[in-house]
């Protein structure tokens, strides 16, 4: 009665201060009577707008992570969040809705090597993570790209990034695998879409394709490998048939960093007298500033080397074992710019260090001023030196504070003002050169003239007579350019040119290396499982593949992730 007296009250009080035709509307009233709080709601309850406020709940938890027993906490404080129970069954709900249209595959890959101890920095390095990663050893998750594409198809045309009238879909795999303590590795493979330019940088707009805790090796990745290969086989061949009898053309393309790609392409190691993917160059040749290299090898060349047993065909030098994905092209197999950037800063820095051990200036005091040069420029920096070994390692740097050193970092503070001068000027080229090489802007011809150019200053050599006034020290020897180096002058204006519709930029790994780093360290947390009981408690590969679906399932629905601010009334006191 009271409540209906209330809502009585307002409707005759709003037509005094309000137009009808803003129809003011009274939804709800909290009040205390003997310190015990009301809520009082009018009107009749929307169904539809209530669970799409679940819904949006369910998206701001999941993208949170925000742990089930955080959230009950908090729904203990404000009594107006939607239960934590409800959360659940929504949840529970889109969860059975996704695995209809995509569903979890769990693979059993029985695992007879023994994990190999990985010798560089962890990447992740909790000790709740790595044990609970180390339990699903032998397991792979696994979606199909069909099921993906055919899931994310009516987005991608009402945003017309594809065009029916032009059946055409640029289909990038990646492949990454992060250091988790110094055992293991989470390594995944994903698939996104080229055309979607606007959103490659984000992690959310790669899927993936097969997850699973291991070795990054070839006999491993074969096995894990395989279901893709066949699918991408039919996809090549047959094209990707939509619910409206569209059929689909895929061009697949391939990006990762170098170990991964010449596993994926069953290439010799790096150091090896062959070491480059693309093009016949040997390690004798690899300095030679006067060489030209352009991309000489191809599938056409490697496929029936291996696949074809009448064939007496060679494969080109440094292919030792059958390619995984044999139907991507080989010059669309593209190097991810952000490792160029890394290894190459990586060589730099060694080849200073180096100088300055070989001068026997590499002290406590020389070390003091390396920090405080990398203070100034706000990089956290240490060196310190190993148990037993006595050498001294430093932090390895992320590629932010990488680029920030590039940019800024003076070598004045460790070399006479000449010396400095030149390292330096090769430091800020490189810088230029990476931005260069991300901006779709740049032309391809430009960027091989000044690849070049910084090449023949890495490879200055000295001028005049050693210990003499004439003498002018140069910077760096023939064999110290690397393999990456290699692919940045010879190869990268060559796929600049070929993939400038998308930009190099577009082949980038950054996204999935941050979409495997995150989940990882979200879910293999004790606290981040489900915890429902028996076969309820899903492993942690489910659960990523499960919040994978989920937020693909909130992309094509748009749900919403914020409400607009109600106006807030404060009346102190209420006159008589
Ligand atoms: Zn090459």
């Known amino acids: 009665m009271f409540n209906e007296h209330l809502a009585f009250n307002f409707t005759n009080t709003s037509v ?4 009808p035709d803003d129809c003011p509307i009274l939804q709800k009233i909290c009040f205390t009577v003997q310190d015990k709080n009301f809520q009082a709601n ?40 939607p239960r934590e129970t409800t959360i659940y069954k929504t949840k529970k709900r889109i969860n059975e809705e996704m695995s209809n249209a995509i569903p979890i595959l769990i693979l059993n890959i029985s695992n007879e090597q023994s994990l190999t101890p990985i010798h560089k920095n962890p990447d992740i390095n909790d000790p709740e993570i790595i044990e609970e990663v180390l339990k699903y050893i032998g397991k792979a998750g696994y979606r199909k790209i069909t099921d993906i594409l055919l899931y994310i198809l009516p987005d991608l045309i009402n945003r017309h990034v594809i065009n029916p009238d032009n059946p055409i879909i640029n289909l990038r795999i990646s492949g990454d695998g992060r250091n988790v303590g110094r055992k293991v590795k989470h390594v995944i493979i994903t698939c996104t879409i080229l055309d979607d330019i606007v959103n490659l940088y984000k992690a959310n707009y790669h899927y993936t394709i097969i997850l699973y805790p291991g070795t990054e090796n070839y006999k491993l990745l074969q096995r894990m490998i395989a279901p893709i290969a066949s699918e991408l086989d039919d996809l090549i061949l047959n094209g990707l048939r ?24 069953g290439f010799n190691a790096p150091n090896s007298k062959h070491f480059c993917l693309w093009c016949l160059c040997t390690k004798e040749n690899i300095g ?14 490697i496929k029936p ?98 680029e920030i ?74 064999k110290d350019v690397t393999p990456y180096i290699h692919v940045l002058v010879h190869h990268i204006p060559e796929f600049m040119k070929q993939h400038q519709k998308f930009g190099l930029c577009a082949f980038s790994c950054a996204p999935v290396e941050k979409k495997n780093h995150d989940q990882v360290s979200a879910f293999f947390r004790k606290t981040m499982k489900d915890g429902g009981k028996g076969a309820e408690r899903k492993s942690a590969i489910f659960e990523i593949l499960h ?9 094509q629905k748009d749900t919403i992730d914020k409400y607009s601010k109600p106006q807030h009334i404060h009346i102190k006191k209420l006159k008589k």
């Not at 939509?242 to 392409?265: E, Q, R």
């Not at 669309?332 to 051990?357: A, G, S």
């Open 16 to 19: 005094k201060y309000f137009h």
């Open 42 to 81: 009018f009107g009749i309850q929307n169904k539809e707008k209530e669970n799409q406020r679940n819904e949006a709940f369910t998206k701001v938890i999941d993208q949170g992570p925000i742990a089930r027993d955080s959230y009950q906490n908090l729904t203990a404080l404000q009594p107006e969040l």
């Open 242 to 265: 939509d619910s409206n009898g569209t059929i689909w053309t895929i061009n697949p393309y391939f990006s990762s960093d170098w170990k991964f790609m010449a596993i994926v392409l």
């Open 288 to 301: 030679n500033k006067h060489k030209v290299c352009i991309i000489e090898k191809n599938m056409d060349q």
């Open 305 to 402: 080397a291996f696949f074809d047993n009448n064939s007496s065909v060679k494969p080109p030098p440094g292919y030792i074992k059958p390619p995984l994905l044999q139907m991507i092209p080989l010059n669309h197999y593209v190097p991810d710019e952000l490792h160029i950037m890394l290894r190459i800063w990586d060589r730099l820095w060694n080849l200073v260090l180096h100088e300055l051990k070989t001068q026997n200036q590499f002290d406590n005091l020389t070390r003091k001023k390396i920090i405080a040069e990398m203070n100034r420029i706000s990089v956290s920096f240490q060196f310190w030196q190993d148990q037993g070994t006595q050498n001294w390692s430093y932090t390895s740097l992320m590629g932010g504070d990488k």
């Open 405 to 478: 050193v590039l940019k800024s970092f003076n070598f004045g503070v460790v070399f006479n003002e000449e010396r400095a001068f030149l390292i330096n000027h090769l430091w800020r080229d490189f810088y230029q050169l990476y931005n260069n090489m991300k901006s779709q802007k740049t032309s391809p011809i430009q960027f091989a003239n000044q690849a070049k150019q910084w090449l023949d200053l890495f490879l200055t050599s000295s001028e005049g007579e050693l210990n003499s006034d004439t003498f002018k020290e140069g910077l760096y020897r023939p």
């Open 547 to 555: 919040y994978e679906n989920r937020s693909m399932y909130f992309a």
